[in-house]
């Protein structure tokens, strides 16, 4: 149901409210009520009490003609009876008249000295009364007893307004109370439809209108988190163009030369078998340019799914570092520079990825020696007591300070042409970044334009607990 927050939280009221008002409606009717007859009975309890006293202590006749003013006088009915329960004097209530007799139980109750209390109602007229009976006791002998009665008629009547009262002001507290909680859920209710309406165009890939909030509840904080989405898919939304716009291009390039070199070469357009062999030499570079590179997309595609398994192990990265230098020493070929290793330690034992830690050394010197006509490359390693530190410094061209930044992206390259003569992808050192991130290290770069560069990796030994 689409407004169905709205339904949860004024139906949430409603029981509320209901729960609440039920119950407290009948406390105030049952206490109301019961203060009234508990008052009557108090009063026509004293009355009789004070009569019986009055009768034993005063001749009977003199009484009998005074209680009928005493009975106008305290709005009550009295009828006194003998110690047979026959009444001899009454003001006259219908059906306790003078000559009747009261129940032989409830005179039994008298002449052993007890109060009755009880309701009467009116043969005929229905009317109701409270009635209270005392004895009358001279010297312990039961000689009669004496009853007040007073006309409930008057409270039945107040407590009717009373329930009549209580109903309407919970019929309105109610209706007041709907419009509230209706108002009050639309309101909380509003930003959350704007949002779900907001979440819907995202979905359908619209992320130009950003939603509006206006308070810093949960709420607002949930409308500033969409909006923060909005932006980061709008991000990553360019960023994948960006990326596959790259892509695109770095297969272009090999793809262009394998086809124009294969093409010439089938139709025999060289002039002598050297140029042939340069031709296939070309291709081979270009192959070799296409597989490292989807090598290297592979990693990364892995990497951004955080699907990136490193098999960690006990290695020594002197011994590892030694064994590089001696690939990178064959891949400097005919190039004019020294390559140095300088270790502080004799062995360095890391508990990491052996592989991946190949890759990073390998992806690091190919960079130095590729980015270097003359001078050297120094490969160091150091040992403090919970990192490794490896360092590549070299004496080329260097990086300018605002390429700095960017070194790490993917794609980016400061020198387009030779990173591409060289067969680099332009995402080695994205790649390095992660490994780095993967093993919890850390890398930072210096470069000296035209005096050369220098990245330092460092790297938690993490050693492994037995
Ligand atoms: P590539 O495959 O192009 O080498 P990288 O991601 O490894 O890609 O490097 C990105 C860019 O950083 C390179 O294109 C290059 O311009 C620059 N670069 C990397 N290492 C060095 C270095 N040692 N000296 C100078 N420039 C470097």
Redesign the pocket.
């Known amino acids: 149901m689409k407004n169905s927050i709205i339904f949860k939280i004024s139906g949430s009221f409603i029981l509320l409210f209901l729960v609440v008002l039920f119950p407290t409606g009948i406390v105030i009717y049952q206490g109301f009520s019961g203060f009234y007859y508990n008052e009557v009975r108090q009063n026509i309890n004293k009355l009789s009490e004070q009569y019986a006293h009055s009768i034993n202590n005063t001749n009977d006749k003199e009484f009998i003609s005074m209680f009928e003013s005493l009975s106008r006088l305290t709005r009550t009915d009295i009828f006194i009876t003998d110690s047979k329960g026959n009444i001899i004097a009454s003001t006259g209530v219908e059906g306790l008249e003078e000559g009747k007799k009261i129940s032989t139980k409830n005179n039994n109750l008298l002449s052993r000295g007890q109060t009755i209390n009880k309701e009467y109602e009116e043969p005929i007229s229905k009317a109701h009364h409270l009635m209270a009976g005392k004895p009358i006791k001279n010297n312990h002998t039961f000689k009669g007893s004496v009853f007040v009665l007073s006309s409930i008629e008057e409270i039945h009547e107040s407590i009717k307004k009373v329930r009549l009262l209580l109903t309407l002001v919970g019929i309105g507290a109610f209706f007041l109370m709907l419009g509230f909680t209706y108002f009050l859920s639309r309101k909380l209710a509003a930003p959350l439809l704007q949002m779900e309406k907001a979440t819907k165009e995202i979905a359908k890939g619209n992320l130009g209108v950003p939603v509006e909030y206006s308070s810093n509840d949960e709420v607002g904080q949930l409308g500033k988190a969409i909006n923060l989405l909005k932006v980061e898919l709008k991000q990553y939304r360019d960023s994948r163009q960006d990326f596959l716009a790259s892509i695109s291009h770095e297969l272009r390039t090999p793809i262009t030369y394998i086809e124009g070199y294969s093409k010439a070469l089938k139709n025999k357009l060289y002039k002598d078998d050297n140029e042939k062999v340069l031709y296939l030499d070309t291709i081979n570079r270009a192959s070799l340019q296409l597989k490292g590179l989807i090598n290297d997309l592979f990693d990364l595609s892995k990497m951004d799914i955080d699907q990136f398994q490193l098999t960690k192990q006990q290695i020594d990265i002197i011994e590892l570092a030694e064994s590089i230098l001696v690939k990178v020493k064959l891949r400097a070929g005919d190039k004019d520079i020294g390559i140095e290793f300088i270790k502080n330690t004799e062995e360095a034992y890391l508990y990491a990825d052996a592989l991946r830690i190949e890759q990073i050394l390998l ?2 010197l190919e ?2 020696i ?3 006509d003359h001078g050297s490359v120094i490969l160091e390693i150091n040992k403090s007591k919970k990192f490794i530190g490896i360092r ?1 410094k ?1 004496t ?4 300018p300070e605002k ?1 700095l930044p960017f ?2 992206d993917r794609f ?5 042409s ?2 591409r003569q ?1 067969g ?7 790649i ?1 970044k992660k490994l780095v991130e993967l093993h919890d290290g850390t890398i930072e770069v210096k ?1 000296d334009p035209g005096k ?2 220098e ?1 330092i990796v460092s790297i938690p030994i993490n050693q492994k607990v037995h």
């Open positions: 992806n690091l960079n130095a590729r980015y270097t590549v070299d080329g061209k260097g990086i390429e070194i790490f980016y390259r400061v020198e387009r030779r990173s060289h680099g992808s332009g995402l080695g050192l994205s390095v470069s050369g560069s990245f």
